[in-house]
């Protein structure tokens, strides 16, 4: 799309929603356009056309903008790590180590999901943002912080559907932070509250393991 022509249609859809600042028209077509831009490889005009939704009067997709922004800012910078390693960029050449790499092109996505989740709490996407930003936060080793948004997790959205995934995660932090307590009471939560959990195998042989290594300790 040509910047006049993005420009003219995103200035469109401002100016119909001042006229009929109860219409969905302007919001729906402006999310249309975000989607259509990403898919197309066009993250930066993506950003800007979900930007305009919330510069609307009374989007209804508000929530779901600010979502979408970050994760076509995730995909963007998804795919200039990898277009990095492969042109054996610093990240390997000791200026950035991969995790480093990866928290600073995550940033503005991160910052975006967050938004989601603090300004949106009650919206169908604020346990998603949450989540992505836990597992960046395990992927980068800011176990610290992960283990306190964790906890949020479980106080705020006791209902998301991914709370196995975040029990292992959970276990996992408490694993490197050398708490192995945590650790195996959070696998043994997964065990007993998730049976169907498409995680359990991998549980149950992590609980398997700490045990073993916490009887091997005593031992000594």
Known sequence: MLKADFESATATCLA????YPESVLADQALMTLGRSLADKGDYVK????????????????????????????????????????????????????????????????IAAYRRTY????????????????????????????AA?????????????????????????????MGDNEIAKAKLRQLISDYPSSKHITEARSKLAGIEAESANSSGE
Not at 16 to 19: M, T, V
Request: charged residues 25%; without cysteine.
């Open 16 to 19: 119909f929603n001042r006229l």
């Open 46 to 109: 993506s950003v800007e056309s979900y930007k305009r939704v919330l510069e609307l009067q009374n989007p209804i997709s508000a929530a779901e903008a600010q979502y979408r922004i970050g994760e076509v800012l995730q995909k963007q910078a998804e795919e200039s790590i990898k277009a990095a390693d492969q042109h054996n960029s610093k990240w390997g050449e000791g200026g950035l180590s991969a995790a480093s790499a990866l928290q600073r092109a995550m940033g503005g996505a």
């Open 118 to 145: 603090e300004t949106y709490p009650e919206s169908s996407f604020a346990a998603e943002s949450l989540g992505r930003v836990v597992r960046h936060h395990v992927d980068t080793e800011n176990f610290s912080i």
């Open 148 to 176: 306190d948004l964790l906890d949020s997790v479980f106080n705020d959205y006791p209902d998301a559907a991914f709370l196995d995934e975040m029990l292992l995660l959970w276990s996992n932090v408490g694993y490197r």
